[in-house]
């Protein structure tokens, strides 16, 4: 998946960041209490992932390529998003996209807050969604 995500100028994906998606990585977010992890199977097989920083920032959204535009992410999203606002999120989240992956977070209702950037070799588009703002 790393194609569709944060290249740097070059077209490299750094490697802290390929390091930042290990299973070792991820083992030591999710025994972490600031992390909250939501897996999506379909049948027997795992579709994607979602985790949200302390309620507000969306830290990781992968769906596999074969279940992608199958509602996977949405799914996850709405889930993580209940959950966060359940647990004391009532104001907003936030996310550092992929350029591949804005138009997803735009049917989620966030939308941009700031020019593309790059930083320690990724590229993200900054986006927010205020919960004052959905429905609207």
Request: include cysteine; proline fraction near 2%; charge should be neutral.
């Amino acid at each position: 998946m790393a194609h569709n995500f944060n290249a740097n100028s070059c077209g490299e994906v750094a490697p802290w960041f390929l390091a930042s998606v290990t299973s070792s990585a991820i083992a030591d977010h999710i025994a972490d209490a600031k992390f909250n992890y939501l897996v999506g199977f379909v049948g027997q097989t795992l579709a994607g992932v979602i985790a949200l920083r302390d309620t507000t920032h969306v830290h990781h959204l992968f769906v596999a390529h074969e279940f992608h535009r199958q509602g996977v992410a949405a799914r996850l999203w709405e889930q993580a998003k209940t959950d966060a606002i359940a647990l004391g999120n009532k104001k907003s989240f936030s996310v550092r996209s992929s350029e591949y992956a804005v138009p997803v977070y735009e049917r989620f209702g966030f939308h941009v807050v700031g020019a593309r950037a790059e930083k320690d070799g990724v590229i993200f588009v900054p986006m927010k969604l205020e919960l004052s703002r959905i429905g609207e």
